[in-house]
């Protein structure tokens, strides 16, 4: 029901746009977002959107640097990662929660997309 893409390999410095798009169902009155996980470690949230308002959250590693957007039509959210670093490099999930739930919250996910893998060189 979402599908993650636009993984790869990126220099450090440079930027990146992760898609997700879902299928099936919308999460119209909820939210959708990112988590990633480093090896060895468990998932950790990386930002989110309150689809019905665009109001959108981070985690502070990330803010000012990533920029979370959503295209009603397509029923996508983007992810614009800039000035990336090594320590961004991880497996990137797509989430998605529809009871309003902030998805950095436990039990805010109720589905989540495959993993894309993003590694960034220094």
């Known amino acids: 029901q979402l599908q993650a893409s636009g993984g790869g390999l990126v220099q450090a410095g440079g930027s990146l746009r992760l898609s997700c798009a879902a299928s099936?169902?919308?999460?119209?009155?909820?939210?959708m977002g990112w988590f990633r996980q480093f090896p060895g470690k468990e998932r950790e949230f990386v930002a989110a959107i309150k689809w019905r308002f665009g109001f959108t959250y981070y985690a502070d590693t990330v803010k000012g640097r990533f920029t979370i957007s959503r295209d009603n039509a397509k029923n996508t959210v983007y992810l614009q990662m800039s000035s990336l670093k090594p320590e961004d490099t991880a497996v990137y999930y797509c989430?998605?929660?529809?009871?309003?739930?902030?998805?950095?919250?436990?039990?805010?996910?109720?589905?989540w997309g495959q993993g894309t893998l993003v590694t960034v060189s220094s």
């Open positions: 099936g169902r919308t999460f119209s009155n909820g939210d």
């Open positions: 989430a998605a929660g529809s009871g309003g739930v902030n998805l950095a919250r436990a039990g805010g996910v109720d589905v």
